[in-house]
């Protein structure tokens, strides 16, 4: 090797102090080490001295020298620069020949280099090399600590992958969010949002719709605090989550570009006609609010994202007036005219009703879903809170810490009674079911 024009980041050196062969002193050892990696474009390095090596077999058919004897003196250095080199030059700063320099060749080749150092591998240990102990070993950074790292990931991954392959590839495998992208690598996620928001998008596709689907209806006057409301009872209902819980739309006319996968969906200012319009139709919007999904597609730019949330929150007009409306009778975009359906349809899907005043709030619970009555439109009181969600922003200001808190004691056991009235939807028996199909 030359080493004239060729340059490396990665480079192995290994040399003798004197030549097995010849018995030539070589006029190396640590000494030019040192002075070699006194070099400022060297960002990390390893060395160690291999002074217990023995020839193999294959050596001594090779006429290297015999099987079981002593090799000489020899070090082996493995450095990493933060720019390209020309060999020539890293020959001069060690003293060395250019082809006592080796550059490392694949992914991985830098640790893979390091862990050659100690003969550890169990191929090395099968050919009966000396294992070198840790603390033959010289570097500027924990080296063990990145084997060790390195082999987790290998467990993990199945291969050596950069950081931006393990962002990719814990997207669209591993359910990373793309905040949780963001935070781990900011300059990659703003470079390749488009790409890394494909992949997310494909691993929710990917995603089963939940089992059971959770809606509720908040409704008041304006200013009573309904989207407070809305994020806090988000946030009651998945207590165990400290972000990610809510995706909002509605808000600055936001659609579904964004949406991540967000347990809640949170409807901002929504009335019935505004669902029925932007979901393309009643069917949509029915599965969509469905309390036991198949399926939930809504359209974004340039194609769809599947929903895969567990709650819906809608907030706007009075309940009877949203509930009423997407069932009935309306104009679609295209003009044509949709005739009304059985309301039912909708009080089915919204077994919580929230509505909002300016000192106290009430909370109603669906008989039809507690299994007291046979018509999904009749609602119980379950109770009155006294209490704004408005007046408690009002007086907290901007200790959020403190707002949340008070939000959450408003809220107070809804989320368990929530889930369990979901639970107990009204459900036919087996036999039942036998009967109405053989009627």
Request: proline share 3%; aromatic share 12%; net charge negative.
């Amino acid at each position: 090797m030359s080493g004239k024009s060729i340059k490396t980041r990665v480079f192995n050196i290994s040399q003798y102090e004197i030549n097995p062969k010849t018995g030539e002193d070589l006029h190396f050892n640590e000494s030019n080490i040192k002075n070699g990696l006194s070099y400022k474009s060297i960002k990390e390095w390893t060395y160690v001295c291999h002074d217990k090596d023995t020839y193999s077999e294959k050596d001594e058919i090779k006429g290297d020298g015999k099987a079981g004897e002593p090799k000489g003196k020899h070090w082996h250095i493995v450095e990493r620069c933060d720019r390209a080199v020309e060999i020539v030059s890293l020959a001069n700063w060690f003293g060395v020949p250019p082809n006592q320099i080796e550059i490392p060749r694949g992914r991985g080749a830098f640790l893979d280099c390091v862990e050659y150092l100690t003969h550890e591998s169990e191929k090395e240990q099968a050919l009966g090399k000396h294992r070198y102990s840790d603390e033959e070993i010289t570097s500027n950074f924990d080296w063990r600590r990145r084997l060790l790292e390195r082999d987790e990931l290998r467990l993990k991954y199945g291969a050596d992958l950069t950081k931006q392959e393990q962002i990719r590839y814990d997207i669209i495998y591993n359910g990373l969010s793309l905040k949780e992208a963001q935070e781990r690598d900011p300059l990659y996620y703003m470079d390749n949002f488009k790409r890394l928001k494909d992949l997310r998008h494909e691993y929710i596709r990917n995603l089963n719709v939940p089992e059971s689907r959770l809606n509720f209806y908040i409704c008041g006057a304006g200013g009573q605090g309904k989207g407070v409301a809305s994020r806090a009872l988000a946030r009651a209902l998945f207590p165990e989550m400290k972000d990610g819980i809510y995706y909002e739309v509605g808000q600055e006319n936001a659609g579904f570009e964004k949406y991540d996968g967000e347990p809640v969906v949170i409807w901002h200012d929504k009335r019935a006609i505004d669902l029925l319009t932007e979901c393309k139709g009643r069917g949509n919007v029915f599965n969509i609010f469905d309390t036991h999904p198949s399926d939930s597609v809504v359209n974004i730019k340039y194609g769809s994202i599947k929903l895969v949330n567990q709650v819906n929150i809608v907030n706007f007009q009075s309940y009877n007036e949203f509930l009423d409306g997407l069932a009935g009778e309306y104009t679609a975009k295209d003009g044509t005219k949709q005739f009304a359906e059985d309301k039912g349809q909708s009080y089915r899907r919204f077994p919580v009703i929230i509505p909002l005043r300016f000192n106290d709030m009430d909370i109603l619970l669906s008989k039809y879903f507690a299994g007291l009555s046979e018509d999904p439109t009749e609602y119980k009181y379950w109770k009155r809170i006294c209490g704004s969600f408005a007046r408690v922003r009002q007086i907290c200001k901007n200790n959020e810490l403190l707002a949340r808190e008070y939000e959450a004691k408003l809220l107070d056991g809804l989320a368990d009674k929530s889930w369990e009235l979901l639970q107990n939807e009204q459900q036919l028996s087996d036999e039942e079911i036998r009967i109405l199909l053989i009627d």
